[in-house]
C-alpha cells in the first residue's frame, strides 16, 4: 500500500531514547518554526492536518460518496469521520482534518469540548472556517449520547488533548475515553491518545486514556513512548511531518537546551 511522502511508521524495535521529544520538546519545536524560521502557527497546523488526513485516505479504505458507476450495490459504504476537538491546537488539528476530508467528499461530524471563544487563538481559526462552510460544532454531550451506534466502517478521530496534558482525566473527558473505548469504529489518535502523558506514558494497562487503533504523532516519537504499556494504547504508530526538515527541527531545539 502506497505511503504518504509525509508520513512514515514507527520502528517500534529500533526505537530509542535519542529520537523522542519531551512536552516541552514538541512546544520549543513549534516555537523555533515559527519564532526562528518564521513559518506561521496555522501553516504548521495545516501541514500536520494534512499529513494525517493524506495517511488516513490511505489506509482507511476511504472511497469518498462517489461509488462506481457499473456496479454501485457493489460499493462500499464509505465511513463517517466523529472528529473529537479540544479547545487548544490539537483540537484544532482536528477542525483542519474536517474541512479537508470535507474536500474529499466524506461524511464528517465535530464535536467540540469548548464553545469557540475559550479556544486558542489557531483552534477558533479553524472552527469559524468550518462554521462558516455551514458544519456545526456539536457539543460533546451530543457525542456521548450517539457513541453507541457507531458502526465498525467509522472513524473517530482523537483530536481532544495533545502534549499538554499532565492530570489524570475526569468528569466529561473521562466518560469521553469511556465511550470511545466501548464504540465498534476505528479509533486514530492525533498526536497522543487522550490520556496519554507524553513525558511518562501511562501508569497502568487501566488507565484512563483513548485506546487507539492508529496514531499520527508529529516530528517525532514522545518520551513516554518508550514506557512498555506505551503500545497498547497507541496502536499502530506514525510520525507526520510538519513541513520542515526533521534533521534540523531536532538539531535547532537540542541546540538550545
Known sequence: MKTSAFVRSLDWNSLKEGDCLTAAQSRQVDAFAIETLGVG???????????????????????????????????DLPPTFWILCGRGNNGGDGFAMARLLLVTGHSVRVFATHPQE??????????????????????????????????????????????????????????????????????????????FPADHGPAAEDECCVIAHATITFVSPKQGFLNPLAHRFLGETHIASIGLPHDQLLAAVRGRE
Open 41 to 75: 502557527s496555522l501553516i504548521l497546523m495545516e501541514h500536520a492536518a494534512r499529513s494525517a488526513v493524506e495517511w488516513l485516505l490511505q489506509h482507511a479504505g476511504c472511497r469518498g460518496r462517489t461509488a462506481p458507476a457499473e456496479a454501485p450495490e457493489k460499493a
Open 118 to 195: 475559550e479556544m486558542s487563538p489557531d483552534a477558533q481559526a479553524n472552527a469559524s472556517i468550518l462554521q462558516t462552510l455551514g458544519i456545526p460544532l456539536e457539543s460533546i454531550a451530543s457525542f456521548l449520547n450517539e457513541a453507541a451506534t457507531l458502526q465498525p466502517s467509522d472513524w473517530i478521530i482523537d483530536a481532544l488533548l495533545g502534549t499538554g496534558q499532565t492530570r489524570p482525566l475526569t468528569g466529561e473527558l473521562a466518560e469521553v475515553v469511556t465511550a470511545i473505548n466501548d464504540s465498534s469504529a476505528q479509533v486514530l489518535a492525533i498526536d497522543l491518545p487522550t490520556g
